[in-house]
Each structure stands twice: as structure tokens, then as C-alpha cells.
T-cell receptor, first 116, second 114 residues
Framework: GAVVSQHPSRVICKSGTSVKIECRSL??????MFWYRQFPKQSLMLMAT?????????EQGVEKDKFLINHASLTLSTLTVTSAHPEDSSFYIC????????????FGQGTRLTVV | DQQVKQNSPSLSVQEGRISILNCDYT??????FLWYKKYPAEGPTFLIS?????DKNEDGRFTVFLNKSAKHLSLHIVPSQPGDSAVYFC?????????????FGKGTRLSVIA
């Protein structure tokens, strides 16, 4: 099946620094990618929809200036957590769906971010 | 307000028996439903899906049932195996386009006991 690769899988950073997470669709083109965040024992919460060549669409309550999303090509979307704080520590997962009718979503491996 | 609900946070089943995981939804516009399996610190893995025009879809040991009138779906795993132990997420999508995101439930942790 289609593959979505996410990097890095784990990152520890200091408060106030920025972290970039990459999401790549390896064998298909994705005009749209999705960024989710998962807190312990919670669901995957949609943060934003990344659109190739245009601005991302953010869900209510997600700070667009804090979580910068860039979708510069049909196979790459990046999420940058700016000025990270400990409360940003979480598991971030990207996803992309194949175009067409009723397609499944493929997920990256996820990124465990720890802000110290 | 959660649009996809998995009311059982955990489930324990004996190896070889049937596992039944339940999911309810509130958005009547959802027309495509999926089940994902997830291990800690990994992304979800697709298991099985069903569109709203069907009421059953089967793939090997996994069967998904959809009751549109009740806005309810369930995943049956039979026979259950220890390797099935994981967190299972129910997800739903509105619209058939690949540009719409999935909405997830909170997940059910399945433990299959040998």
C-alpha cells in the first residue's frame, strides 16, 4: 500500500526553540495532508489540513502562528512548532489520503516531541 | 462535542474468542467509516473500512458492521489472537473526496489473553 514517512520519530528540544517535523508521501502525490496530535490515552485530534500550494486550514483552537505548516510540494508537508513550550510536548502524526472515492488514510510513524 | 464515540476504553478477550469493538457517531453526513489499529509511539495502521451504502464488510478475521439508522458500527475480530492486542480507533469521513480528514474516536484498548 501507499507509504507516508514522517521524520524525526523522536525529538527533545529546549523551551523557546523551534522544531520542524517532515511528512512525505513516498509513492503517491498528496495535494492534501493532515496533521494530528495525540495526548496520552486520548484520540487523534486534527490540528490542520495542509494544502499544496496554498495556506493550511487550521482547526479551531490551534494557533497558526505557533504551528507553522508548509506544503511546498505534492509529496512533502512540514509542521514547525515555534517557540516550543513543555505543554507542546505530545505525539504528532501526519496523514494523507489517496485521491478518489472512499480512500483510506495512510499515516506516518508519528513524532514524539518532548520540550524540556 | 465528540462526533465519533468509542465508549469502551478497554476490552479483554480470551484467545480464540470473538472481540467486538463498538463505535457510535453523531454526524449524519459521515458516509465512510474506517477502523485503525495502533501501537504506542507508532502511527495508526489501516484495518478495514465500510461505506455507507453497505452494512457489512469482511476481510479475513475482521468484519465491520454498519447500522446507519442507529449511527453505530462495530468491528468483529474472530478468532482473536494475542497479536491483536493494541488500541483500535474508529474513524469517520464526510464526503468521498481524499481531501477530507478523518474524525477519530478515543480508541479502545484490546487485550487478547492467551
Amino acid at each position: 500500500g501507499a507509504v507516508v514517512s514522517q521524520h524525526p520519530s523522536r525529538v527533545i528540544c529546549k523551551s523557546g526553540t523551534s522544531v520542524k517535523i517532515e511528512c512525505r508521501s513516498l509513492d503517491f502525490q498528496a495535494t492534501t495532508m493532515f496533521w494530528y496530535r495525540q495526548f496520552p490515552k486520548q484520540s487523534l485530534m486534527l490540528m490542520a489540513t495542509s494544502n499544496e500550494g496554498s495556506k493550511a486550514t487550521y482547526e479551531q483552537g490551534v494557533e497558526k502562528d505557533k504551528f507553522l505548516i508548509n506544503h511546498a510540494s505534492l509529496t512533502l508537508s512540514t509542521l514547525t512548532v515555534t517557540s516550543a513550550h513543555p505543554e507542546d510536548s505530545s505525539f504528532y502524526i501526519c496523514s494523507a489520503r489517496l485521491q478518489g472515492l472512499n480512500t483510506e488514510a495512510f499515516f506516518g510513524q508519528g513524532t514524539r516531541l518532548t520540550v524540556v | 462535542d465528540q462526533q465519533v464515540k468509542q465508549n469502551s476504553p478497554s476490552l479483554s478477550v480470551q484467545e480464540g474468542r470473538i472481540s467486538i469493538l463498538n463505535c457510535d457517531y453523531t454526524n449524519s453526513m459521515f458516509d465512510y467509516f474506517l477502523w485503525y489499529k495502533k501501537y504506542p509511539a507508532e502511527g495508526p495502521t489501516f484495518l478495514i473500512s465500510i461505506s455507507s451504502i453497505k452494512d457489512k464488510n469482511e476481510d479475513g478475521r475482521f468484519t465491520v458492521f454498519l447500522n446507519k439508522s442507529a449511527k453505530h458500527l462495530s468491528l468483529h475480530i474472530v478468532p482473536s489472537q494475542p497479536g491483536d492486542s493494541a488500541v483500535y480507533f474508529c474513524a469517520a469521513s464526510e464526503g468521498v473526496s481524499g481531501n477530507t480528514p478523518l474524525v477519530f474516536g478515543k480508541g479502545t484498548r484490546l487485550s487478547v489473553i492467551a
